[in-house]
């Protein structure tokens, strides 16, 4: 099916488990983001890419890795889950610029971390 | 921040009547845009306006954008019950979008 999609929906984890967060999109966009939201905080970038092996921090990146050797794929990793990562996380794309377009979201994964 | 702030959070109103949400930002910026979020949901993309533009329709959909006072409008004519939804304005950044903390728009049948 064409469009940006998540893995898991759903992920209940321990403090200090690694995590892993899935994004793969079909459409060949070159920017990617990562976002979480929270109550109070609306969508804020944790990570962007402009294209297969470039990214780059957005505004809240501490306790987050990300990788994108792959066009179509952006996994977000919590390399030690804090509770304070509990969140939803949001996949996005967008073609050719980043903030120009319009961006393409995709269903969110519900994180909690006890 | 370059965030935008949006207002009302909250917006209660009957099913017929038109809904008006205001953003506000901080900084200058190259366009404005406009998302939904329905419960559960990703986000997703209803207008963008140009900084060189001043008001925008989509369907029932009206944007005006006042880059003096560095704020937007999203007005929604003849509101119906699947209006109901989280309502965002996202101001462009270098490279990334800045979302606001959302109005939550209540369409009552």
């Known amino acids: 099916d064409a469009g940006i999609t998540q893995s898991p929906r759903y992920k209940i984890t321990e403090t200090g488990r690694q995590v892993t967060l899935m994004c793969h999109q079909t459409?060949?966009?070159?920017?990617m983001f990562w976002y979480r939201q929270d109550l109070g905080h609306g969508l804020r970038l944790i990570y962007y890419?402009?294209?297969?092996?470039?990214?780059d921090k957005g505004e809240v990146p501490d306790g987050y890795v990300v990788s994108r050797s792959k066009t179509e794929n952006f996994p977000l990793t919590l390399e030690s889950a804090t509770r304070s990562q509990t969140s939803v996380y949001f996949c996005?794309?967008?073609?050719?610029?980043?903030?120009?377009?319009?961006?393409?979201f995709g269903p969110g994964t519900r994180l909690t971390v006890l | 921040s370059q965030q935008g702030e949006e207002d009302p959070q909250a917006l209660s109103i009957q099913e017929g009547e038109n809904a008006t949400m205001n953003c506000s930002y901080k900084?200058?910026?190259?366009?404005l845009q406009w998302y939904r979020q329905n419960s559960g949901r990703g986000l997703v993309h209803l207008i963008l306006?140009?900084?060189?533009?001043r008001e925008k329709h989509s369907g029932r959909l009206r944007v005006t954008l006042d880059t003096s006072k560095k704020s937007s409008s999203l007005l929604i004519t003849a509101s119906r019950a699947a209006d109901t939804a989280s309502y965002f304005c996202?101001?462009?950044?270098?490279?990334?979008?800045?979302f606001g903390t959302g109005t939550r728009l209540t369409v009552i049948p």
């Open positions: 996202a101001t462009s950044g270098a490279n990334n979008l800045f």
């Open positions: 459409w060949s966009h070159s920017y």
């Open positions: 890419s402009a294209a297969a092996d470039i990214t």
């Open positions: 996005a794309s967008e073609e050719l610029a980043g903030g120009v377009n319009e961006q393409f």
């Open positions: 900084t200058s910026i190259n366009n």
């Open positions: 306006i140009r900084s060189n533009e």
